[in-house]
């Protein structure tokens, strides 16, 4: 288990070089600079774009723009915003807690779906429900989360008035989003756990336990559902961090705080420090997250915690 551990810290590193790297570059390639749209906006004369190009390092060859940026990766600087002179790090640290409010929420709605439909599923294999069921998470996996949003805010927000279709000041701004981003999420849970459970349910101990006259819904539960969850909480943690990358789409169609609306902002922008930040942020909370199940993981089969 000790090694296991250590050979996905180690393996972090170059996942996050190779982020960090790519992100960097396919900026500095794009035509045009943070500086050109701050001349157009506010009528900088060509003195004032010199000095800013040099402050920010835009001027100097893309290695030792690389170089630089990492050495500062290293002291956890993430740098200043271009545009508001705001520490990257601070601006992301304001966002971050509605951005992880929406994924855990959304991992709630998946959670709270997916295993019910995947258990009624399995339960009722080759029958009308598996089949409804299936068409239904089938759905959530192809469908794509802006446009499952937008239906949202059309009969929910615009023709119900139930719930408000933009903000994130209260309780009630959260639950469209969340259902929009958990989903997905839904769907591929119910497909493992109802796959994980048909294959539990025709294995020795579940024969045994029911030849010992055990009630079917003790032998569903405990013999059952608790084995065929071990994958699931797997999938379940992973989904954990896509959905930190996946709320930046959700946040944009429900004019919601977060990461994902700072980066698409500064995208817009070319605020290479904020844009580099938050991909940097994504992507280690999404590398972290694996890691976690991983050795969560281990700890939940034994067959994996003696390898």
């Not at 060859?61 to 990492?70: A, S």
């Not at 109802?194 to 101990?205: A, K, N, P, T």
Request: no cysteine; aromatic share 8%; charged share 15%.
């Amino acid at each position: 288990m000790g090694n296991l551990i250590a050979v996905r810290l180690i393996s972090i590193v170059p996942v996050m070089f190779g982020v960090v790297a790519t992100v960097f570059v396919a900026l500095r390639i794009l035509p045009g600079d943070p500086v050109d749209i701050m001349a157009t906006d506010m009528a900088m004369s060509a003195e004032d774009m010199q000095r800013l190009r040099e402050q920010y390092g835009f001027n100097d060859p893309i290695p030792v723009q690389f170089f630089n940026y990492l050495f500062e990766i290293l002291r956890g600087d993430l740098g200043r915003s271009v545009f508001s002179n705001q520490p990257v790090i601070d601006q992301l640290l304001a966002q971050l807690p509605a951005t992880v409010q929406l994924a855990l929420a959304s991992m709630l709605v998946g959670i709270l779906i997916g295993v019910p439909l995947g258990v009624v599923a399995a339960l009722n294999r080759r029958r009308w429900i598996d089949h409804l069921a299936m068409l239904v998470s089938l759905g959530g996996v192809s469908m794509p989360s802006f446009w499952l949003g937008i239906l949202l805010i059309w009969l929910f927000g615009v023709r119900l008035g139930w719930f408000p279709i933009s903000g994130s000041s209260s309780a009630k701004h959260l639950v469209l989003p969340a259902i929009t981003l958990g989903f997905s999420s839904a769907a591929v849970i119910a497909r493992l756990v109802r796959s994980s459970l048909i294959e539990v349910l025709g294995q020795d101990h579940v024969r045994t336990a029911r030849a010992k006259g055990l009630r079917e819904r003790y032998v569903i539960a405990f013999h059952g559902l608790r084995n065929a969850l071990i994958p699931a909480a797997s999938i379940i943690g992973i989904q954990t961090g896509q959905l930190l990358g996946g709320a930046v789409i959700v946040e944009i169609v429900f004019t919601r705080q977060g990461v994902g609306n700072l980066f698409v902002d500064a995208l817009l922008r070319k605020d290479f420090p904020v844009v580099q930040g938050a991909l940097f942020l994504i992507t280690f909370a999404y590398v972290l997250t694996n890691l976690i199940v991983d050795i969560a993981y281990g700890y939940l089969d034994p067959r994996i915690r003696v390898q």
